[in-house]
């Protein structure tokens, strides 16, 4: 018969095995090089992440194309504008892109058109605009003053419009001197030539359109008016100078005599300058009054409504001679005896 202690001793000795068995059947944790090679892992996928997103997300590309228009074409995929846009300098990569638009959208577009950017922006606010047609095409006013040539306009229009080009307007343009109206006129950066031609010519045409009755009762052609307009929106200073020059010039036309404007050779020159030089009185130009009769072929630039109504409605007079002197006045003459009196009291 089994003791007490005995059963005590064979219950302990049982529990002892069936401890050491189930410590066998645990299973053995990660070793410490395991550890540590997961955790530098992690490490640096977290700071190749970081680094990705600063430099690749929050950081402009450094050779951003500021104040340039980017056109994304009709069809574009989100691959097409990455590479386009990495092409451009306006992000590091194309892939960076295409990885971050995907991670905004699975069904992510891009907004065909053209694209202005004023400053360097991170990848993000780049992918941002793109897929949501964010063009950043804000209007902009360009004023052509009274009496530009066109020589000056496309000099004002090429620093204002980031795709106008001078030479292409000057062609055509060529045969619209004087006809496109001086005035104040808002474009988008990407204007075109032919965008910004209508506009002049039409604005033009529009103005003048209340003076149709006042320049048929001249009794003169149009682009006589014009031309002569032309003139006195260089010769004159205000609205009674111009109506009374241009009788001075009327009536010189009328009785044959050289209008010897010294306007046209700022034009002649293109130049803009109204202070020829005695050489310059000789130039071969059909622009030039002092050696050619009459008006010259076309306006010298574009005129005001006021030069274009003093030309249709001029003060009649007989006079022959007029100068502007040290005064500010505007003195006339009616023989070339008293414009040199004139010149002596006001000018020498």
């Known amino acids: 018969m089994e003791s007490f202690f005995e059963r005590i001793r064979r219950i302990v000795q049982a529990g002892r095995v069936a401890r050491h068995q189930t410590i066998r059947a645990m299973p053995r944790g990660p070793s410490a090089s395991t550890?540590?090679?997961?955790?530098?892992?992690t490490l640096g996928v977290c700071v190749c992440t970081s680094g990705w997103l600063f430099y690749g997300v929050y950081q402009p590309s450094p050779l951003f194309p500021v104040r340039t228009i980017i056109t994304i074409p009709e069809g574009a995929t989100i691959t097409d504008t990455a590479y386009l846009l990495e092409n451009e300098g306006a992000v590091r990569s194309a892939l960076s892109l295409r990885v971050l638009a995907h991670v905004m959208s699975d069904r992510i577009q891009v907004q065909a058109g053209d694209y202005f950017f004023d400053?360097?922006?991170?990848?993000?606010?780049?992918t941002k605009r793109i897929t949501r047609g964010d063009f950043g095409l804000e209007p902009v006013d360009?004023?052509?003053?009274?009496g530009a040539t066109t020589y000056q306009m496309a000099e004002i229009f090429s620093e204002n419009l980031m795709r106008f080009d001078p030479a292409?307007?000057?062609m055509l343009a060529r045969d619209k001197e004087g006809y496109l109206y001086p005035d104040t006129y808002t474009f988008l950066p990407n204007a075109t030539v032919s965008q910004v031609l209508d506009a002049l010519e039409r604005t033009f045409y529009e103005r003048i359109r209340p003076l149709e009755t006042t320049i048929a009762s001249s009794g003169k052609p149009i682009h006589e008016i014009i031309t002569m307009a032309s003139l006195l929106e260089k010769e004159a200073w205000d609205d009674d100078e111009r109506k009374q020059i241009a009788g001075v010039l009327w009536h010189r036309i009328d009785i044959n005599m050289p209008l010897?404007?010294?306007a046209v050779f700022g034009y002649i020159k293109g130049t803009g300058t109204f202070n020829p030089k005695f050489s310059?009185?000789?130039?071969?130009?059909?622009?030039?009054t002092y050696k050619n009769k009459g008006l010259p072929p076309g306006p010298i630039g574009s005129p005001s409504i006021s030069s274009i109504e003093a030309a249709a409605q001029p003060v009649p007079t007989d006079a022959l001679f007029y100068l502007h002197g040290r005064d500010g006045e505007l003195h006339i003459a009616k023989n070339f005896k008293e414009h040199l009196v004139n010149r002596r009291r006001y000018l020498d």
Do not use: H, K
Request: hydrophobic fraction near 45%.
């Open 35 to 41: 550890l540590a090679y997961v955790a530098g892992v």
């Open 119 to 126: 400053r360097p922006l991170t990848l993000l606010e780049v």
């Open 142 to 146: 360009i004023t052509i003053p009274e």
């Open 168 to 170: 292409t307007f000057l």
């Open 260 to 262: 010897q404007v010294d």
């Open 280 to 288: 310059d009185l000789e130039v071969e130009s059909p622009y030039n």
